[in-house]
Nanobody, 115 residues
Framework: QVQLVESGGGFVQAGGSLRLSCAASGSSNSIDVMGWYRQAPGKQRELVARISSGGSITYADSVKGRFIISRDNVKNMVYLEMNSLKSEDAGVYYC?????????WGQGTQVTVSS
């Protein structure tokens, strides 16, 4: 089992920045991929960004050039730096981790963007 705890969400004005953090614990060794998903009201959960243990990164087209994902494999942390936030970036952001074919989710952190 892997436990994930997100932090860093909050309220921000459009154009502002936020940094999300996610801490993995439990059987957190050998985590393959870590990433961030988001879900807006009435919409499906969607990938925002993910990073492999080797550093390979994938971004959703909508966040390319604005968001940066990073990872600390020693601390079992993943971060999401969000810049130039838009109203459409609002939602609940979930941390996700994959380990040995199983995937785990955090409880989510709310991001609200005011225009």
């Amino acid at each position: 089992q892997v436990q994930l705890v997100e932090s860093g969400g909050g309220f921000v004005q459009a154009g502002g920045s936020l940094r999300l953090s996610c801490a993995a614990s439990g059987s957190s060794n050998s985590i393959d991929v870590m990433g961030w998903y988001r879900q807006a009201p009435g919409k499906q959960r969607e990938l925002v960004a993910r990073i492999s243990s080797g550093g390979s990164i994938t971004y959703a087209d909508s966040v390319k050039g604005r968001f940066i994902i990073s990872r600390d494999n020693v601390k079992n942390m993943v971060y999401l730096e969000m810049n130039s936030l838009k109203s459409e970036d609002a939602g609940v952001y979930y941390c996700n981790a994959g380990r040995r074919g199983l995937y785990y989710w955090g409880q989510g952190t709310q991001v609200t963007v005011s225009s």
